[in-house]
């Protein structure tokens, strides 16, 4: 192969490998630029944290933990105490990354347990609802802009039940539908 060829293919690939850099870019947020966020809109941002149980001991069915619910810098710094929980099912991070919404309390009998709020750089918990449907990672989420929390309550044993939503910083929930299971939110 003459050096020509080579230089030409080796300028193909470098070509083709940057067309690829610039498409991930776009397709995934782009560069920090000023605002330190690589999120677009619509997109959940970056958490600077961590969460986890702390001091775990699993229930009978050992998918659920009590514990210490806690958050940490993922860069470093000193575990955040959040809530004392018990039978912790879900944990989810809001899309901008501040708050923690968590369904815990969960009475197995029933399938049902008490959804809360807390900031994940520590703070009160929230209680959002009681008699949420523990049936499924989809039985709770969290709106794009992190002002609402979608769930399903009143669930019967094939988790179908109330779909209610709830302002994130608590309040009166609203009924959307009498007769819904598995919420999902597309970001």
Request: aromatic share 8%; proline share 5%.
């Amino acid at each position: 192969m003459n050096s020509t060829k080579v230089i030409g293919r080796a300028f193909t690939v470098l070509v083709l490998g940057m067309a690829i850099a610039a498409f991930y870019m776009g397709a995934c947020g782009g560069s920090k630029g000023d605002s330190g966020s690589s999120a677009s809109a619509g997109s959940p941002a970056p958490s600077n944290y961590v969460v986890y149980i702390d001091n775990p001991t699993a229930n009978i069915t050992g998918s659920d933990y009590s514990g210490v619910l806690k958050s940490a810098p993922i860069i470093s710094g000193t575990p955040i105490t959040l809530d004392n929980v018990t039978d912790n099912r879900y944990r989810k991070i809001t899309p901008d990354g501040a708050k923690v919404v968590y369904l815990c309390d969960v009475i197995w009998s029933s399938g049902i347990g008490t959804l809360k709020v807390v900031p994940i750089n520590g703070g009160t918990p929230i209680t959002l609802a009681s008699g949420v449907s523990a049936y499924s990672y989809s039985c709770y989420e969290i709106s794009s802009d992190s002002t609402k929390v979608f769930y399903i309550d009143g669930a019967d044993s094939l988790g179908i039940g109330n779909l209610k939503s709830v302002a994130i910083g608590g309040g009166t929930p609203t009924t959307i539908s009498t007769n819904a299971t598995m919420v999902n939110i597309l970001y």
